[in-house]
């Protein structure tokens, strides 16, 4: 779903991938052919009225879905709430409470690894030699891949050591060696 309708969302490729289309109104017939490659749903006329255009159809077929108002949806809700009590089975939200504890852990090791990369003070000391903090740079002169070159940019800018990408200019380093020596890559640490 869009708010308005562009090639740029909808590509060539989505719509090779999605060959059966559904339009609601839209506003103009560009919208419309946009959406289903013919004028059509600039007619529409609304709450429900549609055209669905399922693969291999010469022509969309017209379609009204079920429109439910906001407060209709409420009413239903309160109708349902009025019938009784909720019954919770807490067993559902601690599986789910454990799950989401067993995440964060995965998570949080995960980052420390990040940190814990055994190129990173290379890297950093390359950057600061260089005066230069590039993703490319680091792939050639470690020979490893993008995603590790990248992961050890982004890892120097959260230590603050480079600061964020700027499109095409270099990023700018925010630390001397010394500095990022001694807070980082120190002996204690």
Excluded: C, W
């Excluded at 708010?3 to 090779?16: C, D, F, L, M, W």
């Excluded at 709430?81 to 601690?94: G, H, I, L, M, W």
């Excluded at 852990?105 to 690894?113: I, P, T, V």
């Amino acid at each position: 779903a869009t708010q308005r309708p562009s090639v740029n969302v909808i590509t060539g490729s989505i719509k090779a991938n999605v060959p059966s289309r559904i339009s609601f109104a839209v506003g103009s017939q560009i919208d419309s052919r946009t959406i289903l490659d013919m004028a059509g749903a600039e007619k529409l006329l609304g709450k429900g009225d549609m055209l669905f255009a399922p693969i291999g159809a010469n022509k969309p077929i017209r379609v009204q879905g079920a429109f439910i108002s906001d407060d209709e949806v409420e009413h239903l809700v309160e109708f349902v709430k009025a019938q009784r009590e909720p019954e919770y089975d807490n067993t559902v939200t601690q599986e789910t409470e454990k799950e989401t504890e067993k995440e964060t852990e995965k998570e949080a090791s995960e980052e420390n690894d990040i940190y814990r990369d055994e190129l990173l003070e290379r890297a950093v000391n390359l950057v600061m030699e260089s005066g230069q903090a590039s993703v490319s740079m680091l792939q050639r002169r470690f020979r490893i891949g993008y995603t590790r070159a990248a992961r050890l940019v982004d890892t120097m800018e959260d230590l603050k050591i480079v600061g964020p990408s700027m499109g095409s200019k270099a990023r700018e380093i925010l630390m001397s060696p010394e500095q990022a020596k001694a807070r980082y890559f120190s002996d204690s640490n």
